[in-house]
């Protein structure tokens, strides 16, 4: 699989010159928005775990190390997108380390 990634590069090079926009220029556009828009599904998902704590105040039924889990990885991923500048990674994560701590301190409180 490693070889692929050469391939590709290989063949961009001989058939565009340096001054030329990436052919896929497009493409990547659409892929950025698109990840953008699937990065933010699962959080608000996710959201309603946090509510039914919040509104049946019970968190009798969340598994804490899972949630920590989360929230630890979800604080990994956005230092990572704020380093690079991802605007995907920074939004998404941004928006799982909300919806984690809503969860464990709703399954704290109850």
Known sequence: MFH???????????HCDSSDAFPHNNWKS??????????????????????????????AD?????WITHLIVAAFWLAYG????DKPIIAAHALWI??????????LTY
């Open 4 to 14: 692929l990634g050469f391939f590709h590069w290989h063949k961009h090079e001989h």
């Open 30 to 59: 659409t892929l950025d928005k698109t990840v953008l828009i699937v990065g933010m599904i699962v959080p608000i998902i996710s959201f309603h775990q946090a509510w039914l704590i919040w509104s049946q105040k019970s968190g």
């Open 62 to 66: 969340i598994s804490m190390p899972l």
């Open 82 to 85: 704020i380093e690079h500048d």
């Open 98 to 107: 909300v919806v984690d701590m809503l969860i464990i301190i709703g399954a």
